[in-house]
Structures are given as structure tokens and as C-alpha cells.
């Protein structure tokens, strides 16, 4: 099959949806599936030449025709010479640069909305999701009405995005599995990741940790985190909080600054964002990975987390919550430090015998619901029934 996706970027920083697009696509190539992209990146991004698949960079340059023009273009030739496009996320020029084209093409596409439909946003930006309204009745919602198939990355998902906006609601939905990369590792790795995480943080020597790992924005409930851990820590003298990530807004002083008025600021560490086999060592050795956030469509950490075999402790707002229940691989509760703190106390009390399955639990829910190979066979089976 050869599969043409439209994505606003390849550039790995836009974090799941780019990350899920090219695990996809290698899994697919090694059944004899082709990928091509289309992007409004600029051909001269260092990203680009480490991408391992064709992309069509339409982004700005001085000459004739502009970004949208061009990536049009582009999608109308490349759809002779492809059997069905993938469209990644909404609210963006790629979701309605090329739908024209498609269209004229009579290329069947699907939609992968990414999270883009949940209504916590309509409450977190009421003046901005009537503006998308607008945007929705006028162009986004004719892609998915018009879709052959609207993918959604687990149930929860699909259940809030129902009549997340007026009109163009009679789509066809699946649910598809999507994936995270594996971040288990031979021996010899993990001893390079751990050492390099301990040349960060020299004083995590010897401790036990939880760990969070994304972006540090308000959104991840990272201070509900710190006070829910400030009221564990006389319970566990010995145990840390990692908290790793970029800090994109300039948050992170006022969060060193709550532990410090917690009196726990020796126990909470800052690494700043790791990758690699960095990242694959601190899961792998983390007691439990730690997300509490507000609005969390999938959740690609949580899934690396249970590849790595570790505990997830989260939030019912992150949306593969019940499936990590049904697993037995963590737990989850509501988006409040008081449920956190109780959240973490249930942890923390666990019999040696309950602590020691969790584990192999985790790993078993990766295979199952989260997994490379899983997520492809679910997009293959998805296009395949929709050409």
C-alpha cells in the first residue's frame, strides 16, 4: 500500500502525532509499504535530513507560489502515485491545505483528530473555540465528514469528541491502537543511561524515585504533583520526585520555589528534558512514572512508561486511563493534588507481593494496547477497508 500523510511538521518536537506517524510508517516498510509526507517545513531543517522517509517541504521561501499553494500542489501530484492519504490533526494548515486536492484528486483519506476535539479545551478557551466553530462549519468539518474513516487513539477519546462542535457530525468513527516507542534496552545501554542520569543528578545515587517526564506547563498539573508529594514524603524519608522536561514557559522557578516552601527542595530534581537511553534508564528505574495532568489526549509517556515495565500513576483526564485500570498497571484518579496525595498514599502502601506484579503488568498492557507492531496492523486494516 503506498500511503501518503499530511502533517504541519515532521520536526520530532511536535511531540505524539509526529512520533506515531514515522514509528507507523517503518513498521509498515517493513511489510513493503511505501510513505511519502507532505509538510509545511522548510526543506533546509536539520530534522528533514534525518527523517527516514520522503517529505515534501512546502514551507515559506521567497519565490512564487506561497506555503498553501504549494503544499496543494504537492498533494496533487503526489496522489496519483498513492492509494490513500493519512491527515494528522485539526486546526492547522495541513488538515485543509490539501482537502481540495484530495478532493479533485479522488484520493480517499482518513482524519486522525489527535485530541484536538475534547471539550476541555471549549472550557479552558471559550472565546477561541467559538472562533474554531466558525473555522469548523465553514472548513475543518467538511475533512471529517467528507473522511472515508476518523481514527481515535483509544475509547475515551472518541466518546468526548462527540458534539464537540455544530454540524459535520455524521462521520465514521474506529478507534485505532497508537503507539509508543519501546524504551526497553539491552543491559549495556541502561548502565550508559543511568550513568549519564546520575552525572544530571548526582544526588539521586542510591534512591528511589518517582518520575515525571513531559512538558512543564500548568496544563501537566506539575505543582498539584509537588504538594501531593510533600504530603508522602514523611512516609518515605529516602524518596525523591524527578521532574524532567523542557520548561517552554519559564514555569520552573515558581515550581523549585513551592518545594522550597515545602521544605522539600533537596528531594525534588530538575534534569531538564533527557532523551535516549537517558530517558529509557530513568523509566526503567523509576518505582512509578507520575502524571497528573488536566487534559491529556493519549499520553505518550504513559505508554513508555509501560514498555519500560513501570507503574503509571495518573489522572482520569488522560484518556487511556481505563485501559491502564483494566490492565492493573497503575491507577487513576481525578485532576486534584487531594487525589493525587491519596493516589500516591495507595502506592506507596502496596504489599511486597502486589508491588512486585505491577510490573509485569505494565509491560503486558504496552504489549497489548500500545505497541509498534499493533498500532500498524490497526492503520493498515483501517486504510485498507477504506479505499
Known amino acids: 500500500m503506498r500511503i501518503l500523510h499530511l502533517i504541519a511538521s515532521v520536526d520530532p518536537a511536535g511531540g505524539g502525532p509526529v ?13 513493503g509499504h511505501t510513505s511519502t509526507f507532505v509538510t509545511f517545513d522548510q526543506s533546509g531543517s536539520p530534522f528533514i535530513a534525518d527523517f527516514p522517509f520522503p517529505v515534501a517541504c ?51 483519506w482518513v ?52 458534539g464537540a462542535f455544530i454540524g459535520h457530525s455524521s462521520y465514521r468513527e474506529r478507534v485505532v491502537a497508537f503507539c509508543a516507542a519501546d ?30 517526564l513531559s512538558r512543564i506547563h500548568p496544563k501537566k498539573a506539575c505543582d498539584d504533583l509537588i504538594r501531593a508529594f510533600k504530603a508522602v514524603t514523611s512516609l518515605e ?23 522550597d516552601e515545602f521544605g522539600i527542595a533537596q528531594r525534588v530534581h530538575w534534569p531538564g528534558m533527557i532523551q535516549g537511553d537517558v530517558k529509557a534508564a530513568a523509566f526503567a528505574d523509576a518505582r512509578a512514572f507520575v502524571l497528573p495532568s488536566h487534559q491529556e489526549n493519549f499520553g505518550l509517556v504513559v505508554a513508555e512508561a509501560l514498555s519500560a ?20 498497571a497503575g491507577y487513576a484518579v481525578s485532576d486534584t493534588a487531594d487525589a493525587f496525595e491519596i493516589l500516591l498514599k495507595r502506592f506507596l502502601a502496596l504489599s511486597p507481593s502486589e ?17 509498534v507492531v499493533r498500532a500498524a496492523d490497526d492503520l493498515i486494516a483501517a486504510l485498507k477497508e477504506s479505499i
Open 19 to 31: 512520533e506515531y506517524a514515522r514509528l507507523v510508517a517503518q513498521e509498515h516498510a517493513k511489510a
Open 58 to 108: 512546502c514551507g515559506p521561501n521567497p519565490s512564487f507560489p506561497g506555503p498553501v499553494e504549494k503544499f496543494r500542489r504537492a498533494v496533487a501530484q503526489l496522489a496519483d502515485d498513492h492509494d490513500i492519504a493519512v491527515i494528522h490533526g485539526l486546526w492547522n494548515r495541513a488538515a485543509i491545505s490539501g482537502h481540495q486536492a484530495l478532493c479533485d484528486a479522488g484520493l480517499p
Open 111 to 162: 482524519v486522525f483528530p489527535h485530541g484536538m476535539l475534547d471539550p476541555w479545551f471549549r472550557r479552558a478557551k471559550p472565546v477561541k473555540h467559538w472562533l474554531k466553530q466558525l473555522y469548523w462549519t465553514l472548513w475543518q468539518g467538511r475533512v471529517l465528514s467528507q473522511a472515508s474513516l476518523v481514527l481515535f487513539t483509544c475509547e475515551e477519546e472518541k466518546r468526548l469528541a462527540r
Open 183 to 212: 524504551q526497553e534496552r539491552s543491559t549495556s545501554r541502561l548502565e550508559a543511561g543511568r550513568r549519564a542520569l546520575l552525572s544530571l543528578l548526582p544526588d539521586l545515587a542510591g534512591k528511589e524515585y518517582l518520575l515525571f
Open 237 to 259: 524519608p529516602e524518596l525523591q520526585l524527578v521532574i524532567a522536561g523542557p520548561d517552554q514557559i519559564g514555569w520552573q522557578k515558581e515550581l523549585e520555589a513551592l518545594a
Open 309 to 328: 515495565g513501570t507503574p503509571v500513576l495518573i489522572s482520569t483526564q488522560v484518556n487511556i486511563w481505563r485501559e491502564i485500570e483494566a490492565e492493573r
Open 355 to 371: 508491588a512486585e506484579q505491577m510490573p509485569h503488568r505494565a509491560r503486558l498492557g504496552y504489549e497489548r494496547h500500545f505497541s
